[in-house]
């Protein structure tokens, strides 16, 4: 059995995967149930100094990932401070509080939020070039509270500038990504868009962005000495185990818990735990920050053909059909597939359509 423990900015957490500011955390009630489905700590849904008034609909799930249109919490943040955060302190798990999204609605709300939190995040929704914005919240934030300050950023930003900022401004740790957009779906009946907003648009999460949150991930964590917080697309213990890979000290997972439900985190941590073990991994440490020490210097031009496993295949014809070089074809008896090395481009596609382990690159 692994150890899944992990800590970062003085938080000790007994496994990695927290819910992220959303539905599945919305208030007390999903705050027991994201315990109760084996949550490491929580992370309360963003509130403001309002109660958000959302359009309707506002979430939808499309193939490979999730649209929402939805702001930040429906509730009075008056309601947080009466009954949502007193009994989500009492769970005894660390609590991250989001709070949003001006740089005077965070200091209105920091000192507030603080006894009940063991850290805050700032959630935002920053696009374009200017960190200014970014750097008064964080202050504003770290002028107000002893408590750690995490600034959590939209995908759609220079990561190593905005990180980098943020650590300068005072920030202890970073999480990406918010959703990605906007985008926009159609009901194929009717011509209309599936979110209710004003022009129809909503913001993508789910599956699909999990390489834009990797990526985001590995940039930032590259670039600064505080813990990064992986979040975009989790939805296995592979994906945690990647997002360590590239640099996280935590993850949070939304969309997989509103579709899937609370227990996810416990799934998540059974399979995190399976990978570490059949890997010989004793914790999560061996393997914090591994791809940034074997990242290739330079692009790769040499063409590499795939070594074909034979007793792993079984001749489904997924490669065959998508070898776009018209390289794979099956034996002459069937029972297993082989490479012409004169057609092969060494393009890789094979290695990640096969199921079954039976190609693999030297
Ligand atoms: C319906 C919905 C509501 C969300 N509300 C918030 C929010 O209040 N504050 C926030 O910072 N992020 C919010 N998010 C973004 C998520 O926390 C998360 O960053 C994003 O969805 C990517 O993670 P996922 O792919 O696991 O969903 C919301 C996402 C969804 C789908």
């Known amino acids: 059995m692994a150890n899944l423990r992990t800590e970062f900015a003085g938080l000790k957490l007994k496994n990695p995967v927290m819910p992220a500011a959303g539905p599945p955390i919305k208030d007390a009630r999903a705050a027991v149930k994201a315990k109760e489905g084996g949550a490491g700590a929580i992370v309360t849904k963003t509130i403001s100094t309002t109660a958000a008034e959302v359009p309707r609909p506002n979430m939808a799930r499309v193939k490979n990932g999730f649209l929402n249109t939805e702001l930040w919490s429906e509730l009075p943040p008056e ?30 709300l920091a000192k507030k939020v603080e006894k009940y939190a063991d850290a805050l995040e700032l959630s935002t929704h920053y696009l374009g070039d200017d960190t200014t914005p970014m750097e008064e919240s964080i202050k504003a934030a770290k002028e107000e509270v002893e408590i750690p300050v995490f600034v959590k950023l939209s995908p759609q930003i220079d990561i190593p500038e905005f990180a980098d900022a943020a ?64 979040v975009g697309g989790i939805d296995s213990g592979i994906k945690v185990a990647k997002m360590f890979m ?65 007793e792993n295949c079984t001749t489904c014809g997924l490669c065959v059909t998508s070898c776009v070089y018209e390289a794979i074809s099956f034996n002459e008896s069937n029972d297993y597939i082989v490479i012409d090395p004169q057609k092969c481009e060494g393009c890789g596609l094979c290695i990640t359509r096969c199921n079954f382990n039976a190609l693999e690159l030297e």
């Open 79 to 108: 309601k947080w401070f009466n009954e949502e955060y007193p009994k989500i302190k009492k769970l005894g798990l660390p609590v991250i509080a989001g709070i949003g999204y001006t740089k005077d609605q965070i200091k209105s």
């Open 167 to 230: 650590e300068k401004a005072g920030a202890d740790g970073i999480v990406l990504i918010n959703s990605f957009g906007p985008t926009l779906d159609i009901n194929p009946e009717t011509g209309k868009p599936l979110m209710g907003s004003e022009n129809g648009f909503g913001w993508l999460s789910g599956e699909a962005i999990f390489p834009l949150a990797l990526r985001s991930v590995y940039q930032a964590a590259k670039n600064v000495d505080i813990p990064v917080i992986g």
């Open 246 to 310: 590239a640099g996280a000290s935590a993850v949070q997972v939304c969309t997989e818990a509103i579709v899937n439900g609370p227990h996810v985190y416990e799934k998540i941590n059974n399979e995190l735990n399976n990978f570490l073990d059949k890997n010989n991994y004793q914790n999560l440490k061996d393997i914090q920050g591994l791809t940034a020490k074997v990242m290739q210097k330079e692009a790769n031009y040499d063409t590499i053909v795939p070594t074909v496993i034979k």
